[in-house]
């Protein structure tokens, strides 16, 4: 068995939710999201519409301002 209760584990994956109708253009993996109020650029890695006219991106940091 490959699970112990005993250890915890924590991950932080940067997510942000946005409705499509602000976009100049459909969200693509590899688009770039610069975040000014924690000053961090961000790769997007995977785009899932929700169906109802948003669009949640998941980010990757690249650590750059």
């Known amino acids: 068995d490959l699970i112990d209760p005993q250890v915890d584990a ?3 994956k940067p997510v942000i ?3 499509r ?3 100049r253009a459909e969200p693509v ?3 770039r ?3 000014p109020s924690v000053s961090t650029l ?3 890695r995977e785009v899932r519409p929700d169906g109802h ?3 949640k991106l998941m ?3 690249t650590g750059l301002p």
């Open 53 to 55: 006219g948003s669009v």
């Open 17 to 19: 939710g946005i409705r």
């Open 10 to 12: 924590t991950t932080t």
């Open 21 to 23: 109708a602000v976009l």
């Open 42 to 44: 961000f790769l997007v």
């Open 33 to 35: 999201v610069r975040i």
């Open 29 to 31: 993996q590899g688009d």
């Open 59 to 61: 980010l990757a940091d």
